[in-house]
C-alpha cells in the first residue's frame, strides 16, 4: 500500500515562497502520475497541478501558473511544490496525490492521497 506524507507548509506573508515535499513509500513511485491539490474551508478540492510517471509533462490550474512550479524526484520518491508569490487567496490544505494513470489532472484519477499540510498566507 502507497503511503504518501507532506510536508513544508506554514505561516507566510503574502508575496512569499514555501516549498511542499511528499515524500512516497510502497508501490513503484516512477509509474505514476502525482498531483497537488487544495481545499480551502467551505470549498471543494480544487486542482492545483500535476506532473507525469517521468516528470516531462506538467500542468497547472490557471489560478496557479506562473507562480507554482511541480517536480518531482524519481531517485527520492519524492515531489515537490515550490510556490512563489504567494497570496491569501492560495490559503488552503494542500494535498498530494498518486494516480493510477501515467498522468491525470482530474481528482477521480487520483486513488492514494497524503494526510495534507496547511498554507497559511497573510496579507
Known amino acids: 500500500q502507497v503511503q504518501l506524507v507532506e510536508s513544508g507548509g506554514g505561516l507566510v506573508q503574502a508575496g512569499g515562497a514555501l516549498r511542499l515535499s511528499c515524500a512516497a513509500s510502497?508501490?513503484?513511485?516512477?509509474?505514476?502520475?502525482l498531483g497537488w491539490f487544495r481545499q480551502a474551508p467551505g470549498k471543494e478540492r480544487e486542482f492545483v497541478a500535476a506532473?507525469?510517471?517521468?516528470?516531462?509533462?506538467?500542468d497547472y490550474a490557471a489560478s496557479v501558473k506562473g507562480r507554482f512550479t511541480i517536480s518531482r524526484d524519481n531517485t527520492k520518491n519524492t515531489v515537490y511544490l515550490q510556490m512563489n508569490s504567494l497570496k491569501p487567496e492560495d490559503t488552503a490544505v494542500y494535498y498530494c496525490?498518486?494516480?493510477?494513470?501515467?498522468?491525470?489532472?482530474?481528482?477521480?484519477?487520483?486513488?492514494?492521497w497524503g494526510q495534507g499540510t496547511q498554507v497559511t498566507v497573510s496579507s
Open positions: 506532473i507525469s510517471f517521468s516528470g516531462t509533462s506538467t
Open positions: 496525490a498518486q494516480s493510477h494513470k501515467l498522468y491525470a489532472t482530474v481528482v477521480s484519477d487520483y486513488s492514494t
Open positions: 510502497g508501490r513503484t513511485f516512477s509509474n505514476y502520475g
